[in-house]
């Protein structure tokens, strides 16, 4: 089945943005997963997804002790470096004291890798870090990772951003495939930086967050074209909900695979809003000639009071075919500006606002689909008559005003230099609601 990866990240990555139009601090923020398999018989997935664009700006203001001066020196204020590049969740986690202090520094080849932040309430655990390097910037290799000294099968993700020339900020979100317990001392260590060998080694204890973590056991299950879905929990925490799908099929079926589309799953809450999905994961195995995947899906915290999430299936189709750009002059005088999508629906612009610092989109969406918070399964830029895209480097994905209305940050564009605005023609994004369930909250 992991033959398939490929294919499958090809296929969705033709619905984004171009990413050789990215920039290097965008590109290098782009979130992406990472696997570890060590023991026999095991096999993780990491979560195939839209890439979001995981650069953050920074908010807030907070004493900065003299440890994390040196380090941080090149940001003028910062309490967490999870509320600098990490997600809604870990913001929130970080603002309500729940996050612990690390900081713990390890050198070698003359790059420094600083742990700043941990956070555990056994719906994720995070890492942060700052990276110090004399030349050019490296990706931090493959981590190998020990719980109270027996190594772990886990799957990652990783955010970050560049501070200075020669420094880096980043989150890194652990995605075991085995429950952890309350307390215990994290082994990390690493045998490279980019191209870089060397030995970067970490002994952290990390103690599971006071803040409750709501445990709905659910056990509903459908069945369609041959996989059958079952909703075991969902967990919800300050940080964020994880979603645990098992995925059955026959053996030598992918259950994620239906009718040549991918298999996703949307988390709706009773205003059916979708929550902005932050990660996912899983492993499988063949048993009792069955193929089954147990998957794990994070998602962004409730924004207010629910009395229910429905779990929304929906399948991403493959195709090999080239999407077709869509564009059309912004004029400030012509608005609204509608983008036609085909069977997915319409993208109107509605406003601009040139600002000092940035330039502020703002769109509404015509269609059946539940995007999520982040505008994740579609996208939307500005390009000058260059086709530069002026995407924001410190915020790249759309933020939700309400319900199908967003706002988008660009840089700082003049109000009299001409410019496009851009999307791309994807495929439809069938929601199977025949088979959507719903998970009561209390």
């Known amino acids: 089945m992991n033959n398939q990866v490929p294919e499958i990240k090809d296929a969705i990555e033709k619905i984004e943005v171009p990413i050789d139009k990215l920039d290097k601090t965008i590109d290098a923020a782009i979130k992406?997963?990472?696997?570890?398999?060590?023991?026999?018989?095991?096999?993780?997935?990491?979560?195939?997804g839209i890439?979001?664009?995981?650069?953050?700006?920074?908010?807030?203001?907070?004493?900065?002790?003299?440890?994390m001066a040196k380090v941080l020196s090149s940001i003028p204020v910062l309490s967490s470096v999870f509320e600098f590049v990490g997600d809604k969740g870990l913001e929130i986690a970080s603002q309500k004291g729940l996050s612990e202090k690390i900081e713990k520094t390890s050198t070698d080849k003359n790059i420094s890798l600083t742990m700043m932040d941990t956070f555990f309430d056994g719906t994720r655990l995070s890492i942060s870090y700052i990276q110090e390097f004399p030349g050019n910037w490296g990706d931090l290799g493959e981590l190998e990772l020990k719980v109270n000294g027996k190594e772990i099968n886990y799957s990652d993700s990783r955010t970050g951003e560049f501070l200075s020339d020669n420094q880096?900020?980043?989150?890194?979100?652990?995605?075991?495939?085995?429950?952890?317990?309350?307390?215990?001392?994290?082994?990390?260590?690493?045998?490279?930086?980019?191209?870089?060998?060397?030995?970067?080694?970490?002994?952290?204890?990390?103690?599971?967050?006071?803040?409750?973590?709501?445990?709905?056991?659910?056990?509903?299950?459908?069945?369609?074209?041959g996989t059958k879905m079952t909703v075991k929990t969902v967990k919800i925490g300050p940080a964020g909900i994880k979603l645990s799908v098992d995925l059955t099929s026959s053996v030598g079926e992918d259950p994620q695979m239906i009718d040549a589309s991918h298999l996703q799953f949307n988390l709706l809450n009773d205003r059916g809003e979708s929550l902005t999905q932050l990660s996912g994961s899983g492993s499988g195995s063949d048993k009792g000639g069955k193929t089954v995947m147990n998957m794990e899906y994070r998602f962004s915290p409730l924004d207010g009071n629910s009395e229910y999430l429905?779990?929304?299936?929906?399948?991403?189709?493959?195709?090999?075919?080239?999407?077709?750009?869509?564009?059309?002059?912004?004029?400030?005088?012509?608005?609204?500006?509608?983008?036609?999508?085909?069977?997915?629906?319409?993208?109107?612009?509605?406003?601009v606002k040139y600002q000092k610092d940035k330039t502020l989109l703002y769109f509404e969406v015509v269609s059946d689909f539940?995007?999520?918070?982040?505008?994740?399964?579609?996208?939307?830029?500005?390009?000058?008559?260059?086709?530069?895209?002026?995407?924001?480097?410190?915020?790249?994905?759309?933020?939700?005003?309400?319900?199908?209305?967003?706002?988008?940050?660009?840089?700082?564009?003049?109000?009299?230099?001409?410019?496009?605005?851009?999307?791309?023609?994807?495929?439809?994004?069938?929601?199977?609601?025949?088979?959507?369930?719903?998970?009561?909250?209390?």
Do not use: C
Request: net charge neutral; no cysteine.
């Open 310 to 351: 429905t779990v929304s299936p929906f399948l991403i189709p493959f195709t090999n075919e080239q999407s077709s750009r869509i564009e059309q002059p912004l004029h400030l005088n012509q608005l609204p500006i509608t983008l036609d999508q085909g069977e997915m629906g319409k993208i109107i612009v509605t406003d």
């Open 32 to 48: 992406r997963g990472k696997t570890k398999h060590k023991k026999p018989k095991r096999k993780l997935y990491p979560f195939i």
């Open 370 to 442: 539940p995007y999520d918070g982040h505008f994740q399964y579609n996208n939307l830029w500005l390009e000058d008559m260059a086709g530069n895209n002026l995407t924001s480097d410190s915020k790249g994905y759309p933020e939700r005003i309400k319900q199908n209305k967003y706002v988008q940050e660009f840089k700082h564009i003049s109000k009299d230099e001409p410019l496009k605005v851009v999307t791309i023609k994807i495929p439809h994004l069938e929601v199977l609601k025949e088979i959507e369930m719903m998970i009561p909250l209390k």
């Open 168 to 225: 880096y900020a980043g989150v890194i979100n652990i995605e075991p495939t085995e429950e952890l317990p309350d307390s215990f001392d994290l082994s990390i260590r690493l045998n490279n930086i980019g191209e870089i060998k060397g030995n970067w080694n970490f002994e952290i204890p990390v103690t599971k967050s006071k803040e409750e973590v709501k445990t709905i056991h659910s056990n509903q299950t459908m069945a369609y074209k």
């Open 51 to 67: 890439a979001t664009l995981a650069t953050f700006v920074l908010i807030g203001s907070a004493f900065v002790s003299p440890a």
